[in-house]
């Protein structure tokens, strides 16, 4: 049952300036005794920002996002890029979502946390992005879950996955995720 629900809201990443995470939606819900936090990323067919790579390349002279990222890779999955250079390939928009989905849930004071990828589909959008954002989603959980998640199905939790975490991020949530899609091929 949703107990509430937010539109827009920023939510920190850590006490680096600047850059705070912009969910499309946060919900409170419960069931039984849990409580789960939801957060909601609308997508249509734009990919989930830069890769982990092209990100930490287009980082300006003093820029925060190599702190950043780093910070994020180690409490999600307990290595950086330098160390891993394959998460150089992952998206940024889903790491980052995952922190603040699982640092929102803490503040909350939720018992478990849930990433919810809500896509349409419409005559403006194309198949071969979405499949994209799909696979790019599928290839992160797959890392998130040390390999054990290696598909996706529509409507169907995914997880739960547990964290090393950091200073933000907690370790204890369980995290779950999933993708909803809305429209017509």
């Not at 004071?109 to 419409?122: D, K, N, P, S, Y």
């Amino acid at each position: 049952e949703v107990t509430s629900g937010t539109p827009e809201v920023r939510i920190p990443l850590d006490d680096y300036p600047g850059e705070t995470r912009n969910s499309d939606m946060v919900l409170l819900a419960k069931r039984g005794t849990a409580t789960i936090l939801i957060t909601i990323e609308a997508k249509a067919d734009e990919p989930f920002d830069m890769t982990i790579g092209d990100k930490l390349a287009s980082a300006g002279k003093g820029s925060n996002i190599p702190k950043r990222v780093e910070h994020l890779a180690r409490a999600m999955f307990g290595t950086t890029p330098d160390e891993t250079p394959a998460l150089k390939d992952l998206r940024y928009q889903l790491l980052n979502a995952t922190a603040a989905t699982l640092i929102a849930a803490q503040a909350h004071h939720a018992t478990r946390a849930l990433f919810l990828i809500h896509e349409f589909a419409t005559n403006k959008t194309t198949a071969e992005k979405r499949q994209e954002n799909h696979d790019d989603l599928v290839a992160f959980l797959n890392v998130l879950s040390k390999g054990t998640t290696r598909s996706l199905d529509t409507g169907v939790l995914a997880g739960p996955f547990h964290v090393p975490g950091g200073k933000h991020v907690p370790s204890g949530i369980p995290l779950f995720a999933a993708k909803i899609k809305r429209g017509q091929e």
